[in-house]
């Protein structure tokens, strides 16, 4: 009697095939594909209709549909129900690039459909709500839709895992864009998938190989608040001794500074003087007597010694100045959970 093994070997091969060739589980996508590839637009119409209309397909499954309802739309000469597919299409997936070269009767209305997605910020996602503050436990898990132009999403289908326990789905209603489940414990595991009317997954959040966690937000860190009247009293307080301080050496520096430039002028006006002074054919100062060169002379020093100190006390005031004023910038300290934070304001 011969062996039933390789008939079930070979069954199994068969029912596995499409899997292993990266065919969708949706037996009239690869139908609508072969259609498509011999010229069959309108069959391929039809048969992409029928996918499209099949219960539960998943992400991927969805996008190849909607890619080629554009394609086969497009060959048959629709361009605005092929502009329709890509904008559904790219709704979904914004980054998608058509799998194939086509001829400019599909790529016009796909690039017109990313144009429209663009242009609106159409893309639909799917995002968690913040957990309410002030919760011993998560007692609830929401999510929400910014935008869904084309009002796709339908329902929201938690996949859930609390406090360890086996894993657990539930679907809730989109309403107003947001959809929450009911749950309990200090830590819960889960995912999600937006679904359309036929139960096609739109969008998901999070996956089953890289879940979200959700825990009870921790209480605010402990900062003491001041009142209102301590916050104006604070407002209105003087400045400290050190502020006060850099005022004094700030001014006393731009003080020095000006003063410096006065007898800088006055030494080089005066060394001017000399230098510049006539002289006869054997180099000998006409212009000036020997009386009159010497006092312009030590006046010339003079001024120059007393702007170089001037020059030096505003240098050293503007110094000390800029380092009083660091020092008196107010500081606040408060305690958070990681320690003792030093907060202050640069100057």
Not at 192 to 209: C, H, I
Not at 221 to 246: D, G, I, M, N, V
């Amino acid at each position: 009697m011969a062996s039933p093994r390789p008939f079930l070997v070979l069954t199994a091969t068969l029912l596995l095939a499409p899997l292993a060739w990266g065919e969708a589980p949706n037996a009239e996508l690869p139908r609508a594909r072969r259609l498509l590839e011999s010229l069959r637009y309108a069959e391929a119409a039809r048969a992409l209709d029928t996918a499209r209309a099949q219960l539960g397909n998943d992400r991927d499954t969805l996008l190849d549909i909607l890619e080629l309802q554009g394609v086969v739309a497009a060959m048959l000469q629709q361009p605005a129900k092929a502009r329709a597919a890509f904008q559904t299409l790219l709704v979904l997936a914004p980054d998608r690039q058509l799998k194939g070269d086509y001829a400019p009767r599909v790529v016009t209305p796909f690039f017109e459909a990313k144009a429209w997605v663009t242009d609106q910020q159409a893309v639909l996602r799917l995002e968690a709500v913040p957990q309410a503050e002030g919760t011993p436990s998560v007692e609830s898990l929401s999510v929400r839709t910014p935008v869904d132009l084309l009002k796709l999403g339908r329902t929201v289908r938690f996949h859930l895992n609390e406090a360890g326990a086996r894993w657990r789905e539930q679907t809730s209603p989109l309403l107003e864009g947001q959809a929450s489940v009911a749950v309990r414990g200090q830590q819960v595991r889960w995912w999600a998938e937006l679904l359309d009317e036929r139960q096609a997954v739109l969008s998901t959040l999070g996956s089953a190989t890289a879940p979200l966690t959700a825990s009870p937000p921790l209480p605010p860190a402990f900062t003491p608040q001041a009142s209102r009247a301590e916050e104006e009293a604070l407002e209105k307080a003087p400045s400290s001794p050190w502020r006060r301080a850099a005022y004094v050496c700030l001014g006393v520096a731009v003080g020095s500074g000006a003063a410096g430039g006065y007898f800088g002028l006055r030494s080089r006006n005066a060394r001017a003087d000399v230098e510049g002074a006539a002289v006869n054919d054997q180099g000998l100062t006409t212009g000036l007597t020997q009386r009159e060169a010497y006092a312009l002379d030590d006046r010339a020093r003079s001024n120059a010694r007393l702007a170089n100190i001037l020059f030096g006390v505003a240098g050293a005031t503007a110094l000390a100045g800029g380092t009083f004023w660091v020092l008196g910038a107010p500081v606040q300290v408060s305690a958070t959970p990681a320690g003792v934070v030093l907060q202050g304001e640069l100057p």
